[in-house]
């Protein structure tokens, strides 16, 4: 991909308040407002060490604050009004320096909207309901499970569980979609 070959200008520079600067190479996606990248690598100013590389399939937006720089992750979720998907903060990876040393630390967005008790028996009832087969209206009801999940329900974390089970046998994008969602829930079950 152009842009992010060795010696190539970097897009973007984050400069932190400590006078440290980070260095982004990648893809910057034209449409969003804020910018967001996806498949990026960050490195620090002046040293030969590339931070780490974040792929095509995430998108993220970064800020800094300070002496940190943020990458946050985004997600397309069904945390709207009325179950719509939004582009939602999953995670925020804060990036600092201890003397001349990177630090890296994950946190898991808490502030996630949750379900309220009617939605989430409207999601439990879809499920209930729900006719075999796989199609994108079952992955719709996957990602609702996973925010009813998250918002404290044990039967919804029954139901997201018994997921591909109930619906056969998943392949291609809802595989790995379900298996992202599967991922993010371990990550949300981790206590921090």
Partial sequence: MA???????????FRLSNGKTIILCGYK???????????????????????????AVLTC???????TLLVDQLQYLPTGTNFKFQETVWTTEKLHFSGQKIVRELVVNRQIRKYNQ??????????ETAKLGLDDSKMELANKLFIATISGDKKARQYFKEFKSKFGTLDGAFSEEYSDLVAMLELWDRKE
Avoid: A, H, M
């Fill in 3 to 13: 842009g992010t070959t060795e010696g190539s200008k970097p897009d973007t520079t």
């Fill in 29 to 55: 996606n034209p449409e969003s407002k804020p910018t967001t990248y996806s498949e990026f690598i960050l490195s620090v100013c002046g040293q030969d060490t590339i931070i780490d590389f974040w792929g």
């Fill in 118 to 127: 009617d939605e989430i028996q409207s999601v439990l009832k879809s499920y």
């Fill in 61 to 67: 937006r970064l800020r800094v604050n300070k002496d």
